[in-house]
Nanobody, 116 residues
Framework: QVQLVESGGGLVQAGGSLRLSCKVS????????MSWYRQAPGKQRELVAE???????NYADPVKGRFTISRDNAKNTVYLEMNSLKPEDTAVYYC??????????WGQGTQVTVSS
Protein backbone atom coordinates (compact mmCIF):
# COMPACT_ATOMS: atom_id res chain seq x y z
CA GLN A 1 0.00 0.00 0.00
CA VAL A 2 1.00 3.63 -0.37
CA GLN A 3 3.01 5.04 2.50
CA LEU A 4 4.37 8.52 3.10
CA VAL A 5 6.69 8.79 6.07
CA GLU A 6 7.89 12.20 7.20
CA SER A 7 10.96 12.78 9.32
CA GLY A 8 13.28 15.56 10.38
CA GLY A 9 11.01 17.59 12.62
CA GLY A 10 12.03 18.77 16.05
CA LEU A 11 12.68 21.71 18.31
CA VAL A 12 14.83 24.56 17.03
CA GLN A 13 15.53 28.13 18.09
CA ALA A 14 14.32 31.05 16.03
CA GLY A 15 16.71 31.70 13.18
CA GLY A 16 17.68 28.05 12.97
CA SER A 17 17.20 25.47 10.25
CA LEU A 18 15.61 22.09 9.77
CA ARG A 19 15.35 19.71 6.85
CA LEU A 20 12.22 17.62 6.53
CA SER A 21 12.10 14.45 4.47
CA CYS A 22 9.15 12.47 3.16
CA LYS A 23 9.92 8.96 1.97
CA VAL A 24 7.28 7.45 -0.28
CA SER A 25 6.58 3.83 -1.14
CA UNK A 26 3.88 1.88 -2.92
CA UNK A 27 3.40 4.23 -5.87
CA UNK A 28 5.24 5.64 -8.88
CA UNK A 29 6.71 8.65 -7.14
CA UNK A 30 7.79 10.49 -10.29
CA UNK A 31 4.17 10.78 -11.47
CA UNK A 32 3.00 12.70 -8.41
CA UNK A 33 3.04 16.36 -7.52
CA MET A 34 4.48 16.50 -4.02
CA SER A 35 3.56 19.10 -1.44
CA TRP A 36 4.24 20.11 2.11
CA TYR A 37 1.39 21.43 4.23
CA ARG A 38 1.34 22.56 7.83
CA GLN A 39 -1.24 22.90 10.53
CA ALA A 40 -0.75 25.01 13.62
CA PRO A 41 -2.95 24.54 16.71
CA GLY A 42 -6.38 26.03 16.17
CA LYS A 43 -5.69 26.80 12.51
CA GLN A 44 -6.54 25.20 9.20
CA ARG A 45 -4.05 23.14 7.31
CA GLU A 46 -2.26 25.30 4.76
CA LEU A 47 -0.05 24.72 1.76
CA VAL A 48 3.60 25.52 2.37
CA ALA A 49 5.26 24.44 -0.86
CA GLU A 50 4.76 22.13 -3.80
CA UNK A 51 6.86 20.64 -6.56
CA UNK A 52 5.41 19.24 -9.76
CA UNK A 53 6.51 16.22 -11.75
CA UNK A 54 8.56 18.53 -13.97
CA UNK A 55 10.23 20.17 -10.98
CA UNK A 56 8.35 23.45 -10.98
CA UNK A 57 7.92 24.86 -7.50
CA ASN A 58 5.43 27.06 -5.73
CA TYR A 59 5.63 28.57 -2.25
CA ALA A 60 3.27 30.20 0.18
CA ASP A 61 4.12 33.86 0.71
CA PRO A 62 5.14 33.49 4.39
CA VAL A 63 7.93 31.04 3.50
CA LYS A 64 9.23 32.46 0.23
CA GLY A 65 12.94 33.01 0.36
CA ARG A 66 13.32 30.87 3.50
CA PHE A 67 12.06 27.41 2.52
CA THR A 68 13.12 25.24 -0.41
CA ILE A 69 11.29 22.17 -1.66
CA SER A 70 13.10 19.55 -3.71
CA ARG A 71 12.60 15.98 -4.81
CA ASP A 72 14.81 13.00 -5.56
CA ASN A 73 12.92 10.62 -7.80
CA ALA A 74 15.64 8.00 -7.48
CA LYS A 75 15.09 7.92 -3.72
CA ASN A 76 11.31 8.43 -3.80
CA THR A 77 11.78 11.30 -1.40
CA VAL A 78 10.72 14.92 -1.19
CA TYR A 79 12.50 17.41 1.03
CA LEU A 80 11.72 20.72 2.66
CA GLU A 81 14.73 22.79 3.65
CA MET A 82 13.64 25.37 6.19
CA ASN A 83 15.93 28.27 7.07
CA SER A 84 15.54 31.39 9.19
CA LEU A 85 12.79 29.69 11.13
CA LYS A 86 10.33 31.81 13.07
CA PRO A 87 8.06 30.92 16.00
CA GLU A 88 5.09 31.28 13.64
CA ASP A 89 6.46 28.35 11.62
CA THR A 90 5.58 26.08 14.53
CA ALA A 91 3.15 23.44 13.27
CA VAL A 92 2.72 19.84 12.31
CA TYR A 93 4.12 19.47 8.80
CA TYR A 94 2.47 17.01 6.43
CA CYS A 95 3.62 15.56 3.16
CA UNK A 96 1.06 15.08 0.38
CA UNK A 97 1.25 13.18 -2.89
CA UNK A 98 -1.18 14.22 -5.62
CA UNK A 99 -1.85 12.39 -8.86
CA UNK A 100 -5.40 13.58 -9.42
CA UNK A 101 -8.24 14.92 -7.27
CA UNK A 102 -9.35 11.35 -6.84
CA UNK A 103 -5.92 10.00 -6.03
CA UNK A 104 -3.94 11.69 -3.30
CA UNK A 105 -2.20 10.54 -0.16
CA TRP A 106 -1.04 12.10 3.09
CA GLY A 107 1.69 11.32 5.54
CA GLN A 108 1.22 11.19 9.27
CA GLY A 109 2.94 14.48 9.97
CA THR A 110 6.04 15.63 11.83
CA GLN A 111 6.12 18.28 14.53
CA VAL A 112 8.22 21.40 14.06
CA THR A 113 8.56 23.69 17.06
CA VAL A 114 10.43 26.98 16.85
CA SER A 115 11.25 28.66 20.14
CA SER A 116 11.73 32.40 20.46
Amino acid sequence: QVQLVESGGGLVQAGGSLRLSCKVSGMIFSLYTMSWYRQAPGKQRELVAEITVSGATNYADPVKGRFTISRDNAKNTVYLEMNSLKPEDTAVYYCKALYSPQRSYWGQGTQVTVSS
